[in-house]
């Protein structure tokens, strides 16, 4: 439990702390090629009030919602490290959790939550991410192939009887 908490910290402090760095460069110097990414990525300085998109934006669903969600991932979180075993979900609820906790408290702190980068390929050259986002993108698809996994596991069971 200890090291899927100290890894969940480490997350969220570390997506943190780029948004402040971000936060304090100039907004003249966005948008710009992160260096060392031979133009892969590019940095933003995003401000988004509301949900995906600006989804919302004003709305006090924008802050509650959140908190609600983060909360339950937070109890399912908890139940999940008294369980034995169940790795990958224990890891997918630690990345999800990180990164639902580094934009919530982005959001309360700031009123909206900083996005800072982009992966310059197809659709994705539209969306400004930021690593919190990416967090809870790869722990859903984590959870769910973990739960597919298992039916599969349980449907081949059934057949053998």
Same mark, same amino acid.
């Given at each position: 439990?200890?090291?899927?908490?100290?890894?969940?910290?480490?997350?969220?402090?570390?997506?943190?702390?780029?948004?402040?760095?971000?936060?304090? %460069?100039?907004?003249?110097?966005?948008?710009?090629?992160?260096?060392?990414?031979?133009?892969?990525? !590019? /940095?933003?300085?995003?401000?988004?009030?509301?949900?995906?998109?600006?989804? /919302?934006?004003?709305?006090?669903?924008?802050?509650?919602?959140?908190?609600?969600?983060?909360?339950?991932?937070?109890?399912? !979180?908890?139940?999940?490290?008294?369980?034995?075993?169940?790795?990958?979900?224990?890891?997918?609820?630690?990345?999800?959790?990180?990164?639902? /906790?580094?934009?919530?408290?982005?959001?309360?702190?700031?009123?909206?939550? =900083?996005?800072?980068?982009?992966? %310059?390929?197809?659709?994705?050259?539209?969306? =400004?991410?930021? /690593?919190?986002?990416?967090?809870?993108?790869?722990?859903?698809?984590?959870?769910?192939?973990? %739960?597919?996994?298992?039916? =599969?596991?349980?449907?081949?069971?059934?057949?053998?009887?």
């Amino acid at each position: 439990m200890f090291g899927f908490l100290t890894f969940g910290t480490t997350l969220t402090v570390a997506d943190l702390a780029v948004k402040n760095e971000i936060e304090k %460069q100039d907004a003249a110097t966005f948008p710009r090629e992160m260096e060392g990414s031979k133009g892969w990525i !590019w /940095l933003y300085k995003n401000h988004n009030p509301g949900f995906s998109f600006g989804f /919302l934006k004003g709305s006090r669903a924008v802050e509650l919602v959140p908190l609600c969600i983060t909360s339950g991932i937070a109890g399912a !979180w908890a139940y999940m490290m008294g369980v034995r075993g169940r790795i990958a979900e224990k890891f997918a609820l630690t990345l999800v959790l990180a990164g639902g /906790l580094s934009n919530l408290l982005d959001r309360m702190k700031r009123g909206y939550v =900083v996005d800072y980068f982009s992966i %310059q390929w197809k659709a994705l050259k539209k969306v =400004v991410f930021n /690593l919190a986002d990416i967090f809870i993108i790869l722990g859903s698809l984590i959870l769910v192939g973990a %739960q597919m996994a298992d039916a =599969v596991k349980d449907m081949l069971k059934v057949k053998k009887n």
